[in-house]
């Protein structure tokens, strides 16, 4: 199968007329994707064969995720075990340059973008681009479903999947698109509640992400991680990772590390605590709260009642479950 013969939906009427009143910098609307129905703006169906058929590297270190799933954190985590713990480069250089986000650029308008800045890589605007010519061994992060970045798939590089529990993701997801410029969410929370739900948020449907990702996690290349048990026991999981790329590292190596990643040291460092070098929003809406269960100080008992059942629908028949 190639791009072109995924079908394209154009989302229109009624639930088209609401989009364009919550995301009113998105005046070219938003289409579904092929029988999933993967939700995009309309800027992605222009580029979507470039990213469909990514060329990859067998040495390149891929890491997935549905947005706000803890990805920023594992990013750096990842990075430094596989770089030999290299914090002075990691102090030097921008996470969106040591691990570019693939489709960023790809899927907005191009009024929407950031701006070019004279004698700085725009990593954002010609993302793609921007990762096809780093240097090996390549960090690239992406939101894409496996099933739209099949050349991942078939590859043997490697590949980490971050899944999270969807009440935190929606919570988490909902202040960072009513602060990030290129979204500006203008809705209520409930309505966006209702939107994760119904497939209508960006990179939608959840479910469809994360259950491609759990029947792939026994690959020798793949590793599946959720968030919680990530920070439930972080220095457990530092050693797993390491093991993954073939790394061995002391106690105090891991202390530091640990330390590095702590909630209130990543929100101060400059090189992880922004989407990108020239976009600017509060560090605790990028790095929010870093911790689970924040749900339940924004969920009232109807939207909690509708997601455990949306939850419940969604996991049955399945081995997956997210840890408590």
Same mark, same amino acid.
């Given at each position: 199968?190639?791009?072109?013969?995924?079908?394209?939906?154009?989302?229109?009427?009624?639930?088209?007329?609401?989009?364009?009143?919550?995301?009113?910098?998105?005046?070219?609307?938003?289409?579904?994707?092929?029988?999933?129905?993967?939700?995009?703006?309309?800027?992605?169906?222009?580029?979507?064969?470039?990213?469909?058929?990514?060329?990859?590297?067998?040495?390149?270190?891929?890491?997935?995720?549905?947005?706000?799933?803890?990805?920023?954190?594992?990013?750096?985590?990842?990075?430094?075990?596989?770089?030999?713990?290299?914090?002075?480069?990691?102090?030097?250089?921008?996470?969106?340059?040591?691990?570019?986000?693939?489709?960023?650029?790809?899927?907005?308008?191009?009024?929407?973008?950031?701006?070019?800045?004279?004698?700085?890589?725009?990593?954002?605007?010609?993302?793609?681009?921007?990762?096809?010519?780093?240097?090996?061994?390549?960090?690239?992060?992406?939101?894409?479903?496996?099933?739209?970045?099949?050349?991942?798939?078939?590859?043997?590089?490697?590949?980490?999947?971050?899944?999270?529990?969807?009440?935190?993701?929606?919570?988490?997801?909902?202040?960072?698109?009513?602060?990030?410029?290129?979204?500006?969410?203008?809705?209520?929370?409930?309505?966006?509640?209702?939107?994760?739900?119904?497939?209508?948020?960006?990179?939608?449907?959840?479910?469809?992400?994360?259950?491609?990702?759990?029947?792939?996690?026994?690959?020798?290349?793949?590793?599946?991680?959720?968030?919680?048990?990530?920070?439930?026991?972080?220095?457990?999981?530092?050693?797993?990772?390491?093991?993954?790329?073939?790394?061995?590292?002391?106690?105090?190596?891991?202390?530091?590390?640990?330390?590095?990643?702590?909630? /209130?040291? @990543?929100? &101060?460092?400059?090189?992880? *605590?922004?989407?990108?070098? #020239?976009?600017?929003? $509060? +560090?605790?809406?990028?790095?929010?709260?870093?911790?689970?269960?924040?749900?339940?100080?924004?969920?009232?008992?109807?939207?909690? /009642?509708? @997601?455990? &059942?949306?939850?419940?629908? *969604?996991?049955?028949?399945? #081995?997956?479950?997210? $840890? +408590?």
């Amino acid at each position: 199968m190639s791009f072109k013969d995924l079908k394209v939906e154009r989302v229109e009427g009624e639930l088209a007329t609401s989009l364009l009143k919550w995301y009113p910098l998105h005046k070219h609307g938003f289409v579904k994707i092929g029988q999933k129905k993967w939700f995009f703006p309309y800027g992605y169906v222009e580029n979507g064969d470039s990213i469909y058929n990514f060329e990859i590297r067998p040495d390149d270190t891929w890491i997935f995720s549905y947005p706000r799933s803890g990805t920023t954190m594992t990013q750096e985590l990842i990075w430094l075990v596989a770089n030999d713990m290299n914090f002075d480069k990691a102090q030097r250089r921008y996470l969106v340059e040591r691990f570019p986000f693939l489709e960023i650029g790809a899927i907005l308008d191009d009024h929407i973008a950031t701006e070019n800045i004279p004698g700085r890589i725009n990593t954002e605007k010609y993302s793609i681009e921007f990762v096809q010519n780093q240097s090996s061994p390549r960090f690239i992060k992406s939101h894409m479903s496996f099933e739209l970045l099949p050349t991942v798939v078939n590859s043997t590089c490697k590949i980490i999947y971050v899944a999270r529990n969807p009440r935190d993701v929606v919570v988490s997801w909902y202040n960072f698109m009513k602060m990030i410029t290129h979204f500006q969410y203008q809705g209520t929370f409930e309505q966006f509640c209702n939107n994760f739900m119904n497939d209508h948020t960006v990179w939608s449907p959840y479910w469809e992400h994360v259950k491609q990702a759990w029947t792939m996690r026994h690959r020798a290349n793949m590793m599946f991680l959720f968030y919680e048990n990530l920070i439930k026991d972080l220095p457990g999981n530092i050693k797993k990772i390491a093991t993954f790329f073939d790394k061995t590292y002391s106690d105090e190596q891991i202390a530091k590390l640990e330390e590095h990643l702590k909630i /209130e040291n @990543f929100r &101060k460092n400059s090189m992880v *605590n922004q989407p990108s070098p #020239d976009t600017v929003i $509060p +560090s605790e809406v990028f790095i929010r709260q870093g911790t689970t269960d924040g749900w339940k100080k924004m969920f009232t008992s109807e939207i909690e /009642e509708r @997601f455990s &059942k949306w939850i419940a629908d *969604n996991l049955k028949d399945t #081995d997956l479950s997210f $840890p +408590s």
